[in-house]
C-alpha cells in the first residue's frame, strides 16, 4: 500500500494497493513497520520538485508523488545476488509512507547498505543508507519512537548549529528562530543554546508561545506581530517558516544588523513568497544540511562526524522527554487525517506522530 500525493495540489491524497512485491536478482524487499510525520515532511511535500524529493521513491503516476519519511522497516525477502543481509534485519533509514519498499542493496556490511538503485544515484547520498540497528551506537529500542520522530530533524539542527558556529555566526550575537515551536527548530534552539554569548530569541504564533516558553530553550520570546520589537543587534535568522510576511518584516526591522537569513523549512508553506529585490540586508539563502553533512564528512571523517552527533544527541534525546507525547496510528484513515493535519498546521506542537500502514 502506498501513501500517494497530488504533486501540484498537496490537499489531495490518495492510496493506492497492489500485491506485495517480490525481490528480483540483487534486489530485497524491505516492510515499512512504522515512521513519523512531522513538518519536516511537509518540507519534503513542498520542495518536492525543487529539491528532487519525489524522486527518490517514483509514484505509479507521475503527477503523483510519495511522501519520504524516516522510519524503521524489516527486511522480509531478499533476491539472488544479494550476499551479507539476511531477512529480518531491522534497519533505520528514508522511505516512502508505504508498507514496502524494494531496494538494490549496495556495499552491505554488519552497520547496513546503501541503496544503489539507478534512479537514487544522482541524489544526496545521506539519503540512500540504510543502517542495521544492531549496529547504529545510537540505537536505543526503548527510544525507537524518538529516533524516528527526532532524529532526521535533529541531525537537521546539529547541522546548522554547527554551520553558524563554524561562521562565527556571521558576526552576530542572537540567533533568531521562526516556527520556534517546531521539533527542528527547539533542537536548533536546544544546541544554540549552549553556545557562550549566544541569544537565541524565537518567533512563534500566540498560540504556541506558552508551549516555547516552557521548552526552556530560548532567551526571548515573541510573536509573529512583534517583530517590530526585535532588538537592532547584529543577528541571524534560522527561518523554518517559509513565511514571507515574517521575512520581509524582519529584513526591514534590522537591515544591516542582519548578518546571514538561512532558509531551513516550510512550515508555512502556504505563506511563501518571492524576495523583493529592495529587500534590506542580506539575501535569503537555502540550508541544504546534505552538503554540510558532506564538507563535515570529508573534514572529521564519517566516524568522526558520527561520534560527534552521538554525543549531542544523548542529552537532546533526554530533554524532549519532558514534553513529548507519543501518538501512533495505523492505516489509511489515521495516515490520511495525520497528513491533512500537518499540512494544515493543526497539530500540537508537543505530539509526535508514529504511523503504520498495513502491508
Known amino acids: 500500500m502506498d501513501f500517494e500525493i497530488k504533486r501540484d495540489a498537496l490537499g489531495e491524497t490518495r492510496f493506492v494497493e497492489s500485491d506485495p512485491p517480490r525481490p528480483g536478482p540483487g534486489e530485497a524487499v524491505l516492510r515499512v513497520d512504522s515512521f513519523g510525520l512531522t513538518t519536516n515532511n511537509i518540507t519534503y511535500a513542498v520542495m518536492g520538485e525543487t529539491m528532487n524529493y519525489w524522486d527518490f521513491f517514483p509514484a505509479s503516476d507521475e503527477a503523483w508523488g510519495r511522501l519520504p519519511v524516516w522510519g524503521y522497516a524489516d527486511v522480509s525477502a531478499v533476491g539472488d545476488e544479494v550476499d551479507g543481509l539476511e531477512e529480518g534485519t531491522r534497519l533505520y533509514g528514508y522511505y516512502p509512507a508505504s508498507s514496502h519498499l524494494v531496494v538494490e542493496p549496495t556495499g552491505v556490511s554488519e552497520a547496513g547498505f546503501v541503496d544503489g538503485a539507478a534512479h537514487r544515484a544522482e541524489l544526496p547520498p545521506v539519503y540512500n543508507r540504510y543502517s542495521n540497528v544492531a549496529a547504529d551506537p545510537v540505537y536505543d529500542r526503548e527510544r525507537e519512537d524518538e529516533h524516528i520522530l527526532f532524529f532526521p530533524l535533529f541531525f537537521t ?70 517583530v517590530d520589537s526585535l532588538e537592532q543587534k547584529p543577528s541571524v535568522y534560522a527561518d523554518m517558516s517559509g513565511d514571507a510576511d515574517v521575512r520581509n518584516a524582519l529584513h526591514r526591522r534590522l537591515g544591516d544588523e542582519l548578518r546571514h537569513d538561512a532558509v531551513v523549512g516550510m512550515t508555512h508553506h502556504d505563506e511563501m513568497g518571492s524576495v523583493p529585490g529592495d529587500l534590506p540586508g542580506p539575501r535569503p539563502e537555502f540550508f541544504f544540511a546534505p552538503t554540510h553533512a558532506a564538507k563535515r564528512a570529508a573534514e572529521w571523517g564519517g566516524d568522526g562526524l558520527a561520534q560527534r552527533v552521538g554525543d549531542a544527541w544523548r542529552p537532546y534525546v533526554e530533554w524532549t522527554s519532558g514534553w513529548l507525547e507519543v501518538e501512533r496510528g495505523s492505516g489509511p484513515d489515521a495516515l490520511e487525517k495525520a497528513y491533512a493535519d500537518m499540512l494544515e498546521g493543526r497539530v500540537d506542537p508537543k505530539a509526535g506522530l508514529v504511523l503504520s500502514l498495513p502491508g
Open 157 to 226: 539542527s546539529f547541522l546548522l548549529d554547527d554551520f553558524l558556529g563554524d561562521a562565527g555566526l556571521f558576526g552576530g550575537s542572537a540567533a533568531i528562530l521562526s516556527s520556534a515551536s517546531s521539533k527542528t527548530a527547539s533542537a536548533a534552539a536546544f544546541l544554540l543554546a549552549r553556545r557562550d554569548g549566544v541569544e537565541v530569541v524565537a518567533l512563534t504564533s500566540p498560540r504556541s508561545a506558552e508551549f516555547v516558553e516552557g521548552l526552556g530553550v530560548y532567551d526571548r520570546i515573541l510573536t509573529y506581530d512583534d
